[in-house]
């Protein structure tokens, strides 16, 4: 059984980029070339540009040296040197250790990683996920959490075991989608070394087929009710997921990035949306397949399915039993990162970054304040 992929002339599986690229093509001036024409004087700028230029030439050839000098004192470790080799490098003094690998099962009793088959949808739903992206160290002084987000597969190796490379039944899809998301793992110190806690509490796995609530002002709009969800308040799953970031309330963010590239269509002569083509959905997806096991992912029989993603997650790693959310007030594009501040007065500030080609940077400020303690 083989389901639509998206190959180039040379038959390889495209990336993100190429993917995209091939759905809409990148303008020759974007919105921000406008942002940044109206925002800044172009000669002044022009002017400084040239002048940053030249001192970082004038450092990059003298004055960089001193500095790294001055910057290794205060962090008391020697620069590494830049090699190819395919290993972790690091100072002198310093070492490192594996804690968690793809495929590890994350509770006891479960099958190790299988070389030959690379596991199945059951398996790969309770081992760690594929692709580490963002991550954050959650400590509630008793315990220790490690929350990872699981960006996307490598088919070609998650697949290995298939001469095509690509899912080729089902549960070869269902794997897939299991190896997307966020796997939050509890570790244990283990003579001086932190190691992942077997069957911990606080051990879960979040995936594309994870119940997730919609909040926030998008929560019950009529662009997010399907005939699954009719009230428009609850999704399964989140995957692409990027960069992290972390609330000062100790929850985690995790970033829905490239969503589009999951969503097909069975009906080659339907029409996406001028909304979808601007997100990049459109009749193929990039080679995962998911409509060829899960409908929802099909635009032609469930159109309002792909609106339920590319949104900021918020997870609490400290309560297993909590339900993920999905925080629309913070926006809906291709979330690359979400870093969390608080101002002066107490009001939480977000920054986020559009990963999309000649997007924007974005700032959230909240109306109310936050006190430590709160919440």
């Known amino acids: 059984m083989r389901h639509p992929t998206s190959r180039d002339d040379k038959d390889t599986l495209m990336d993100f980029d190429r993917f995209d690229e091939d759905r809409r093509p990148s303008e020759p001036t974007t919105g921000f070339d406008a942002v940044l024409e109206r925002a800044l004087n172009r000669r002044g700028f022009l002017g400084g540009a040239v002048a940053f230029g030249a001192a970082a030439f004038v450092l990059g050839a003298g004055g960089f040296v001193p500095r790294a000098q001055a910057g290794a004192k205060v962090f008391d470790f020697t620069q590494v040197p830049a090699n190819s080799l395919d290993t972790v490098t690091l100072p002198k003094g310093f070492n490192w250790r594996i804690i ?99 069957g911990a509490p606080l051990t879960r796995r979040i995936t594309a087929d994870t119940p997730i609530r919609i909040d926030g002002p998008a929560a019950g709009h009529a662009l997010m009710k399907t005939a699954a969800d009719p009230a428009g308040t609850e999704v399964l799953g989140t995957f692409n997921n990027c960069g992290s970031g972390r609330t000062p309330w100790g929850t985690y963010l995790t970033c829905e990035e490239n969503f589009n590239g999951y969503f097909s269509s069975s009906d080659a002569a339907y029409q996406p949306s001028d909304a979808f083509r601007r997100y990049g959905i459109g009749n193929k997806d990039s080679g995962y397949g998911w409509a060829g096991a899960v409908e929802r992912f099909d635009i032609s029989k469930h159109p309002q399915e792909p ?62 304040t936050w006190k430590p303690g709160q919440g």
């Not at 594929?130 to 960006?151: H, Q, Y």
């Open 100 to 198: 968690a690998r793809w495929g590890d099962p994350l509770w006891p009793g479960l099958p190790g990683f299988d070389e030959a088959t690379r596991g199945t949808a059951d398996t790969q739903a309770q081992a760690f996920g594929d692709n580490n992206d963002g991550m954050e160290l959650f400590d509630d002084g008793t315990r220790t959490v490690l929350v990872v987000n699981n960006e996307y597969i490598n088919r070609d190796i998650i697949y290995g075991n298939r001469s095509s490379k690509l899912p080729e039944n089902p549960d070869d899809i269902r794997k897939g989608m299991s190896g997307h998301g966020v796997s939050v793992v509890q570790l244990q110190r283990d003579d001086g070394n932190w190691t992942l806690q077997s």
């Open 307 to 368: 609106n339920r993603f590319g949104y900021v997650v918020e997870i609490d790693p400290m309560d297993p039993t909590s339900m993920p959310n999905k925080r629309t007030a913070l926006g809906r594009f291709k979330h690359e990162n979400c870093e969390v501040v608080l101002d002066k007065s107490g009001h939480v500030v977000v920054y986020m970054g559009d990963d999309e080609r000649g997007e924007f940077i974005y700032r959230y400020v909240s109306h109310g």
